[in-house]
């Protein structure tokens, strides 16, 4: 059952699931370990299980007393997260994860394999509270945030399955994230940056995962763009901008109405050149709506004049979700857009939009639209 807390009059508000290990820090850790009655050098060992083994399972914590690995398991392994569904496509290189938490809640991932890279997509939020009208996610709604270690589970499962071989194209290693899942990473601001940390730093505090290929997308709440650019940490900063003049931002990223394209932008330069890195520029190209030739001459001065060198820009083919009106650019508007926009002396390349046919593409996950089954428990798939 899940728990709904009627806080806010006709809005269900969901509680946070119990704590997980992956929700302390290295310090946080020891106490939690102490208060089971251990000392706390356990806090590292049973960190290198999860974060080095990948292991959320106390039975094979042969190295514990057995005598508190059931206290283990119920304090700082409690199951987050069961799978409901996982469905490929792609020719296997594309896998969607339907996720249910303790509560009922329903999330969703997406793992791509390619030839140089395994890039999974995470959700930082069941639903989205956003509301970009061309966005499955953004019509549902925000459900809650998710905890730390929700966000981090998700990792873990996808980093385990590829190491041992469970996903199509053999083993293989877990080396980018993207927060391009369900949700609004930086409205969910502090579980996120300690996710990223769980996620980044070395073993046994986390998973060891290169900052440089974490990569946070934002619809553009400029004044945590700043906060976290003053978090020493060095991931990809990725921005929704969809186009660059206010008028119609206002309708497509709703919350350009609170932080418009000039504070988004200097907001993102500021990220720049606190981090050293490129900001990507996230621009969905919809028919008729924001892929005039003046518009890509206006990006492409834009972004030059506030960021320089410093950006590049992803083309995302729109993906149209069920009722919407909008549809994708036809190839040569799209590829008219391109040039303008890099005769402006700035890099712009088209994403391959992978997970189509299974609404795991950009833009397309709505755990809500399939959760009837779901929710009724019909699919549950066996436990880790
Ligand atoms: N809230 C974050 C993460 C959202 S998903 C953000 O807005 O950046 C990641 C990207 O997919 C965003 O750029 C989002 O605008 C884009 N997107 C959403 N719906 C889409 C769709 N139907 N087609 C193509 N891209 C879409």
Not at 128 to 149: E, H, I, K, V, Y
């Amino acid at each position: 059952m899940s728990t709904q807390l009627p806080l806010v009059p006709g809005k269900p508000r969901r509680k946070m699931p119990v704590k997980h290990l992956a929700d302390f820090d290295v310090d946080q850790r020891k106490e939690a370990v102490k208060d089971l009655g251990l000392p706390a050098f356990r806090a590292d060992q049973i960190s290198r299980h999860y974060f080095a083994r990948l292991d959320a399972d106390t039975d094979s914590m042969t190295d514990l007393p057995a005598s508190k690995r059931d206290l283990v398991a119920e304090k700082l392994f409690p199951r987050l997260l069961t799978p409901v569904s996982h469905i490929e496509t792609d020719s296997g290189t594309t896998r969607k994860t339907l996720w249910r938490a303790t509560d009922g809640t329903l999330l969703e991932s997406v793992l791509m394999r390619y030839p140089d890279r395994n890039t999974l997509c995470i959700s930082s939020q069941a639903g989205c509270g956003m509301a970009c009208p061309f966005c499955a996610t953004g019509q549902l709604g925000l459900d809650r945030n998710l905890s730390t270690a929700e966000i981090v589970d998700q990792v873990r499962d996808a980093a385990k399955a590829l190491r041992d071989g469970e996903v199509s194209g053999g083993p293989g290693r877990l080396s980018n994230i993207v927060f391009m899942g369900m949700g609004e990473p930086l409205a969910n601001y502090k579980r996120v940056v300690a996710a990223v940390h769980r996620i980044c730093d070395e073993p046994p505090a986390g998973f060891g995962i290169s900052q440089r290929n974490i990569t946070v997308s934002t619809v553009g709440l400029a004044p945590q763009i700043r906060m976290l650019a003053d978090e020493g940490l060095h991931c990809r900063l990725a921005v929704s901008l969809h186009t660059p003049d206010d008028e119609l931002r206002n309708e497509l990223v709703p919350m350009n109405t609170r932080y418009s394209v000039a504070e988004v932008l200097e907001a993102a330069r500021y990220y720049a050149d606190k981090t050293g890195r490129r900001v990507s520029i996230e621009y969905a190209l919809i028919r008729d709506m924001n892929d005039q030739p003046w518009r890509a001459d206006l990006l492409g001065r834009k972004l030059h004049s506030y960021l320089g060198s410093l950006v590049h820009v992803n083309l995302i083919p729109l993906n149209p979700t069920p009722g919407s009106k909008w549809d994708a650019s036809p190839k040569h508007v799209q590829d008219e857009f391109v040039e303008r926009v890099r005769a402006q002396g700035v890099p712009c390349t088209v994403r391959d939009t992978r997970g189509q046919e299974i609404a795991a593409a950009c833009g397309q996950l709505a755990a809500e639209g399939v959760s009837d089954e779901a929710k009724a428990g019909g699919a549950e798939a066996p436990a880790n």
